[in-house]
């Protein structure tokens, strides 16, 4: 008995097809099916927006059955942000290590739109880290995996020069210690 009995389970849902078949037909069941119930709640009945994300998940089914790849892909994304919500887990330890919480940080009108650009930038990496690279396939364009360290390393430099940048509040007014005074 070499392999233990979890990954036995695990090579026999793939050899059945479940990650390249029922998984994707199950994720956008949900999917669809969230979306028309959020935004068509009271215009489809529950029947419809029922029916509607069925047949879009047996089309995804189809699709997989095409495509091998998007096994693959979800494995990939799937481990990418396993690995990219680690990292900011363990960000969150460090700064409750140092006496900060994550609120405090994230404080101030432009910390959001800070907070949202990060979040874009980490999910699309992970999106074209997952296989998604193709998409910016231009013919007689090679980017390379150095072209990508070096933007990163600019926008990280650009959002440190952008916070230190920043005036605080007070921070312009000289500082006397007191009022003087006239004789």
Known sequence: MADG???????N????????????????LAIV?????????DQ???????????II???VMLYSSWNV?????????????????TGMLFIVILLALAGQRPQDLLAGPKAKWVAVLVLVFIGIVIFFGAGAGWLLSIPGLYITSDFWT????????ALVVFWLGQEEKGEGAPATGGEEKKP
């Open 69 to 85: 790849a998007i096994v693959s892909f979800f494995a990939n994304l799937s481990g990418m942000w396993l690995v990219a919500a």
């Open 5 to 11: 009995s979890f990954q036995i389970l695990v090579q």
């Open 150 to 157: 070096i933007l990163f390393f600019i926008v990280i430099l």
């Open 57 to 59: 998940a047996f089309f």
């Open 44 to 54: 489809l009945p529950r029947s419809a927006r029922g029916l509607i994300s069925l």
């Open 33 to 41: 099916y969230g979306l028309l119930t959020w935004a068509l709640k």
């Open 13 to 28: 849902m793939n050899r059945l097809g479940f990650f390249q078949f029922l998984f994707p037909f199950l994720l956008a």
